[in-house]
Structures are given as structure tokens and as C-alpha cells.
């Protein structure tokens, strides 16, 4: 697809919904320009096939943000949620080979923390079908969305909870409900003679990983581990996150997820408002959780909700987001 790599190259693009414009943000656009993910090339060729030139931009560029007010497709890679008549949002879920096209945005921007989940009319037969090949694999290979160590051949020690920390400025909680301090003080007061497991965020800032050890050294029964996060989901009692990729990931192991701030998967999860909620989800989670359809979950999120590249009808159901997106024939 053709580079818009400034204003006036832009110039000349065609009106309206004839032209398609993939905002690509940070890595994505170097990625992207390189024909990187069958998403994007198989998208181009499917606009193509339907009269609408694709072009790429990068997100932020003035260049993107002139044509983000002008009466096109946009596709928003990566970037900040956002709504418009003519907006898409296109990123990889939690789950390696599944990606979102969703009109808001992703992960906890995305519209799915919107809708109901109800297995009313799922196929069950072909949700554990699906459930059994995506979790097989996935813990077999032990892949997730950030490299992992590798598994251990004998499980951990048991613990009463795992908690996931994810990237977060420590001085704005906001949009979650409980901080990553309250998750790691409350899960360790819990039971003080059960293990607490806490795995810091690969990425966290220099300052942000001290702050959380010094919090775990307060209490002889948290551990900081970089165990695979399979490894830790599978020894522990409850999941604790804020709205982690690997909270969605514990749903392939059955176990109880608490979020402790908004997310898209919060239909499958336990989600406390204050410390004392907290409390009663650890007290409580394993029972309430019980019986769950996670096998009619993940078919849902995954399959129904979320689109797979690597599947052949993939560009007809990207079309048919694009078509019911600007109400086109």
C-alpha cells in the first residue's frame, strides 16, 4: 500500500470511503510498511478488490491527524481509543493469532467491556473443540504475549494467589479500582502463612519495580518470581491483575480471575471495587467461579468476537466489519 509521509501527499488521495487509511502508530508503522502481519496485506487486497485504495500513515505524524478529520475509512493501529463514523480499531487480543477489529478501541477500550456474554446459543460441542486446540497449544509451547521462562517439569509450590503487575504510572491508579499496592497487601494479608506470587512486568520502570519490591518485602509470605506465567497459574488458588493479558490467559487453566479494574473480559472474572470486595473475592472466588463456561467464553471472545488472520474467511468477516462499520452495501 502507497506511504503518506506528509500533507501533501495527501492531497490527492480519493474522497470519502473510496480511501482507506491505516493509522499506525509507534513500531507498528515500521512493521506495517514491511508487510509484517497478514492482517494488513490481506485486508489491502480484499479494499482493492472492492474499489478502495489503502494507504499507510504514520499515527503520529501530522499527516494522521489532518486525515483523521476528513471523511475516510481509518483503521487505528495501536493507537489512542477513539470513535468516529468511519473508525476501526485493529490489534492483536490476548491470545497469540487473534486480533481485535472493534469500533472503540482494544483490550479494556474495546467495545466488548460493553456488551453481555451469554452461552445461550453457543455450540457447545464445537466451543470445547475450539477451547481444547487454542489452550492445548498454547500451554504445551508455553506462548503467551511476552516471552516466558521456561516451564518447570514438577509444578510450584502452591499458593493462595498469583498476582500479575502490569505497566502502571503508581501516581494514577485511574481506570483501575485498586492499585497494585492494595492487590499485593491484600492477597498477602490474607492468609499469612499461605505463599503470595507476584511477577513484576517485564517493561515496569526502574522505579515503579523497586516501589512494588519494596512493598513485597513487607511481607514474608510474597515471593517475586519470573516463572512462566503458566507455571504460576497452575499453582495458584485465585489470579489477581488489574486487566492483564495473563488474567485473560488463567481462563485456559479454569481458574478464578479477579480484575481489579475495568476490562473486556470482565464477564469471565471477579471484579472488586474496594479492599474489602477483594477480600470476599479471595475468600470466595473458587466457589462463585465454579462451573463456569470458560470453553463457551473463549469460543465467544475469541472465535465470534475477535478475527483470525490465518483462517480463509478471514477478509469476508474484516469486509463485513468494514460494511456494517459505514453501512455500505
Known amino acids: 500500500m502507497d506511504h503518506l509521509k506528509s500533507p501533501l501527499s495527501a ?5 470519502g470511503y473510496k480511501s482507506a487509511i491505516i493509522h499506525a502508530y509507534g513500531s ?6 514491511q508487510n ?7 485486508l489491502a487486497q480484499k479494499f482493492k478488490q472492492h474499489d478502495i485504495s489503502p494507504y499507510l500513515v504514520d499515527g503520529n505524524s501530522r499527516t494522521s491527524r489532518g486525515l483523521l478529520t476528513q471523511t475516510h475509512l481509518h483503521i487505528i493501529v495501536g493507537g489512542p481509543a477513539m470513535y468516529g463514523p468511519g473508525i476501526l480499531h485493529a490489534f492483536p487480543s490476548y491470545i497469540w493469532g487473534f486480533w481485535y477489529f472493534d469500533e472503540l478501541g482494544f483490550d479494556s477500550n474495546s467495545s466488548l ?4 456474554y451469554t452461552s445461550d446459543n453457543t455450540d457447545q460441542a464445537e466451543a470445547e473443540f475450539f477451547f481444547n486446540g487454542v489452550t492445548g497449544y498454547m500451554l504445551r509451547e508455553n506462548v503467551s504475549t511476552l516471552r516466558q521462562e521456561q ?3 514438577t509444578p510450584l509450590s502452591p499458593a493462595t494467589a498469583v498476582i500479575f503487575c502490569q505497566r502502571n504510572n503508581l501516581a494514577l491508579p485511574r481506570p483501575n479500582h485498586l492499585t497494585t499496592d492494595q492487590m499485593i497487601e491484600t492477597a498477602a494479608r490474607f492468609d499469612p502463612n499461605a505463599i503470595v506470587y507476584v511477577k513484576l512486568h517485564p517493561h515496569q520502570s526502574k522505579v515503579g519495580r523497586q516501589h512494588i519490591l519494596e512493598t513485597c518485602a513487607a511481607f514474608p509470605n510474597v515471593q517475586t518470581t519470573e516463572a512462566s506465567v503458566h507455571d504460576l497459574i497452575q499453582s495458584a488458588r ?4 488489574q486487566n492483564s493479558a495473563a488474567g485473560f490467559e488463567a481462563l485456559m487453566q479454569k481458574k478464578p480471575v479477579i480484575t481489579c479494574a475495568k476490562s473486556d473480559y470482565w464477564h469471565a472474572t471477579l471484579t472488586p471495587h474496594t479492599i474489602e470486595d477483594l477480600h470476599a473475592a479471595l475468600e470466595n472466588g ?12 473463549f469460543y465467544w471472545f475469541l472465535a465470534k468476537r475477535c478475527l483470525e488472520p490465518s483462517k480463509d474467511n478471514f477478509a469476508d468477516r474484516a469486509w463485513d466489519r468494514v460494511r456494517d462499520k459505514l453501512m455500505i452495501a
Do not use: Q
Not at 507498528?28 to 510498511?33: D, F, Q, T
Not at 467491556?113 to 453481555?116: A, K
Open 28 to 33: 507498528w508503522y515500521e512493521a506495517l510498511g
Open 286 to 297: 473458587p466457589e462463585i467461579m465454579r462451573g463456569f463456561d470458560y470453553e463457551g467464553y
Open 113 to 116: 467491556r460493553l456488551t453481555s
Open 238 to 241: 485465585v489470579v489477581i491483575t
Open 36 to 42: 509484517k502481519h497478514d492482517f494488513f496485506t490481506k
Open 151 to 153: 516451564r518447570f517439569n
Open 11 to 15: 492531497r490527492n488521495i480519493r474522497a
